[in-house]
């Protein structure tokens, strides 16, 4: 391949597969815009990254999702889209002003009916949901420090089958560097705990794109 020092970047090349392919739609770009005006941290996943979520949903005929970190509901929407009409989603998140934002842009986006926000520390809520039934895709996003707690109840609210999906699993790169970044080091634990367990199979993806270099596990219950 050629190089040029012309030769648009990867931001550029983002953007035109965010136009081209991903076209979230009004919808998104009011969710991003509801983010800025509340003076939320722009954390959501890429537009990239939401329609992966969504076509991934759509892939596994996921009916039950589980989120864990909602922020404005970003990501929450796009896999409510790949989602059949009678499939629910459930969202534990911590913040309630977080809660609040998100309740209005999923109202907005057609799926009250079929999302459930549940505010405050997922570590409390998780528990609460052991005994149904299980759920077919869990997205972990949240406070990363409990990346490991979160994949072990995903295990435990899962079945065979089920896909797993962590964001933020390369950081810019300090999963190997964390130095005094107590995040990747937890970020780190979660990988290192993938790796050693039988439990499933899993794999990362590493991104670069609108929020950076960064990346995500996904992973398949045995
Ligand atoms: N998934 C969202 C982004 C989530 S940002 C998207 O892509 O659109 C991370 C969110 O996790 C924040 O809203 C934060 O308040 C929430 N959070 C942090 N700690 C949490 C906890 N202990 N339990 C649940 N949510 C938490
Ligand atoms: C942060 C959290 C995220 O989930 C993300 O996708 C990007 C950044 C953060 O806490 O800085
Ligand atoms: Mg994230």
């Not at 190089?3 to 970047?9: D, F, K, M």
């Not at 998104?28 to 941290?41: K, N, T, Y």
């Not at 922020?71 to 913040?95: F, K, N, Q, V």
């Not at 790169?173 to 039988?198: N, V």
Request: aromatic share 8%; with cysteine.
């Amino acid at each position: 391949m050629v190089e040029h020092q012309s030769q648009p970047g990867w931001r550029a090349v983002e953007d035109y597969f965010s136009a081209t392919l991903v076209k979230g739609g009004p919808v998104m770009d009011a969710v991003i815009e509801s983010i800025a005006a509340a003076g939320l941290p722009p954390i959501e996943v890429a537009p990239t990254a939401g329609k992966f979520l969504m076509l991934l949903a759509r892939i596994q005929g996921a009916r039950r999702v589980l989120e864990i970190g909602t922020l404005a509901g970003y990501s929450t929407i796009w896999l409510a889209r790949g989602m059949p009409d009678d499939g629910h989603l459930t969202s534990c998140e911590y913040l309630p002003e977080h809660a609040a934002v998100a309740s209005k842009n999923i109202a907005a986006a057609g799926f009250g009916a079929k999302v459930d926000i549940r505010v405050g520390a997922a570590l409390d809520t998780l528990p609460t949901l052991a005994g149904g039934e299980p759920f077919d895709l869990v997205f972990i996003d949240a406070d990363k420090g409990n990346n490991t707690n979160y994949l072990r109840w995903a295990l435990k609210l899962t079945r065979p089958g089920s896909v797993i999906v962590m964001d933020n699993v390369v950081w810019e790169g300090a999963i190997l560097a964390p130095g005094d970044d107590p995040d990747a080091a937890a970020i780190r634990a979660a990988l290192d705990f993938l790796g050693a367990s039988d439990a499933l199979d899993a794999t990362a993806i590493q991104t670069v794109g609108a929020k950076g270099w960064d990346g995500f596990v996904i992973a398949v219950v045995r």
